[in-house]
């Protein structure tokens, strides 16, 4: 079996790239990519606009801004989904095996009633605030932006109970064995 080499005897480059899968990106990922997307498009306008025609459109700052929170809370139950979270699992490896998996049960429940909690409470600010609040430049009520925040808190609870699931039904979670990924199902 020959080994392929990347540069030749004759110098010349050969790489091949790996076949891109898409096929396990989960929903919220696409809608990450569009918003992105969006995101980029609008500050590509902004800087046309600012830049070339040296006339600024005032919309696109505050609009760039709100598709920026987006991004970033529907995103985030990206990394829940793939379990990416910081953690600190020094301690896992000097405690008895049977504390480690129960405080890494602690952990999934805790972090599944965070997510809850914060879709409850921003569920309550929506209905505090109501449509009368307006965003600043452009004629929209606040709820839009809130309501992105929403969608990304109650997708990464979503998330947290597959993972949570999957810890369960394993038998260990990535705090206890973190050479493992959550693809190593």
């Given at each position: 079996?020959?080994?392929?080499?990347?540069?030749?005897?004759?110098?010349?480059?050969?790489?091949?790239?790996?076949?891109?899968?898409?096929?396990?990106?989960?929903?919220?990922?696409?809608?990450?990519?569009?918003?992105?997307?969006?995101?980029?498009?609008?500050?590509?306008?902004?800087?046309?606009?600012?830049?070339?025609?040296?006339?600024?459109?005032?919309?696109?700052e505050e609009v760039a801004r709100y598709?920026?929170?987006?991004?970033?809370?529907?995103?985030?139950?990206?990394?829940?989904?793939?379990?990416?979270?910081?953690?600190?699992?020094?301690?896992?490896?000097?405690m008895p095996a049977a504390?480690?998996?129960?405080?890494?049960?602690?952990?999934?429940?805790?972090?599944?009633?965070?997510?809850?909690?914060?879709?409850?409470?921003?569920?309550?600010?929506?209905?505090?605030?109501?449509?009368?609040?307006?965003?600043?430049?452009?004629?929209?009520?606040?709820?839009?932006?809130?309501?992105?925040?929403?969608?990304?808190?109650?997708?990464?609870?979503?998330?947290?109970?597959?993972?949570?699931?999957?810890?369960?039904?394993?038998?260990?979670?990535?705090?206890?064995?973190?050479?493992?990924?959550?693809?190593?199902?």
């Amino acid at each position: 079996m020959t080994e392929e080499k990347i540069i030749d005897d004759e110098g010349h480059f050969h790489a091949q790239d790996e076949a891109v899968d898409l096929s396990d990106t989960i929903a919220e990922g696409w809608i990450a990519l569009a918003i992105f997307w969006a995101l980029g498009l609008t500050v590509f306008y902004q800087f046309v606009t600012r830049y070339v025609m040296n006339d600024s459109a005032a919309w696109t700052e505050e609009v760039a801004r709100y598709m920026l929170i987006g991004l970033v809370f529907i995103g985030a139950a990206i990394g829940v989904a793939k379990n990416n979270q910081i953690q600190v699992d020094f301690f896992y490896r000097h405690m008895p095996a049977a504390m480690g998996r129960w405080l890494s049960r602690a952990v999934d429940v805790l972090r599944i009633a965070f997510f809850v909690a914060a879709a409850v409470m921003t569920v309550q600010m929506m209905l505090k605030i109501g449509s009368n609040t307006r965003m600043t430049i452009v004629d929209a009520p606040m709820n839009i932006v809130y309501a992105l925040c929403l969608f990304g808190f109650v997708a990464m609870t979503w998330r947290s109970v597959q993972v949570a699931r999957i810890h369960w039904r394993r038998g260990y979670s990535v705090l206890e064995r973190p050479e493992t990924t959550m693809a190593d199902r």
